[in-house]
């Protein structure tokens, strides 16, 4: 298993954009908007450090239905959990309590981001070690089944980030991901 701790990310002002218009339902991103979004994003690019942990299994010691779409001809799965931790939940509860709607918008999509950057970085660890292996890994697929969660933190030790899966079958800290990579041989001939 291999953990992460703080490491750097880079958010990206297109996709916070993008991830507002379809989580708050707005149609229109005014410059105003844009501008507020611009102040959030430089205030919480340095404050957000996610942690995650990662572990890659051999498909034959996998011994559960993983519920997602599978390549052909995969080796090994790359279990992953990232999250942004639970300061970060602070910042929306502030924003719900003052009634600052927008604000709280602003804020969740921007984490929505943080977390997609986190998933985006480890795919770039696990590519670098998959080469050496002359592997590739697929594209992430996001788990979301309790049951499989349940089988994946048996796995990978996230209490090392502070991750938990609740009986209520949601992930705390509140911006968590899970997901998998798959190995798969790379095919290509050499010239």
């Avoid at 034959?60 to 052909?72: S, T």
């Avoid at 918008?105 to 670098?128: C, G, P, V």
């Amino acid at each position: 298993m291999k953990k992460i701790k703080g490491f750097k990310i880079n958010l990206r002002f297109r996709e916070i954009l993008r991830f507002l218009k379809a989580t708050a339902n707005i149609s229109e991103i005014t410059l105003q908007l844009e501008e507020a979004v611009k102040r959030e994003k430089a205030r919480f690019e340095k404050a957000v450090k996610p942690s995650a942990v990662f572990e890659t299994i051999p498909k034959e010691k996998i011994d559960f239905e993983l519920g997602v779409d599978m390549p052909e001809g995969w080796i090994a799965a790359s279990f992953f959990v990232a999250t942004l931790g639970s300061a970060v939940e602070k910042d929306i509860t502030d924003a719900k309590e003052a009634s600052e709607n927008l604000l709280e918008k602003i804020l969740h999509s921007i984490f929505l981001e943080a977390l997609e950057q986190s998933a985006n970085f480890i795919n770039r660890l696990l590519s670098d070690e998959a080469k050496e292996e002359s592997c590739e890994i697929s594209e992430r697929q996001k788990v979301s089944s309790y049951a499989v969660l349940e089988k994946i933190f048996k796995m990978i030790s996230v209490d090392k980030i502070g991750v938990n899966l609740l009986e209520s079958k949601e992930l705390q800290p509140q911006y968590t991901s899970c997901g998998v990579f798959f190995w798969v041989p790379n095919t290509k001939k050499k010239r």
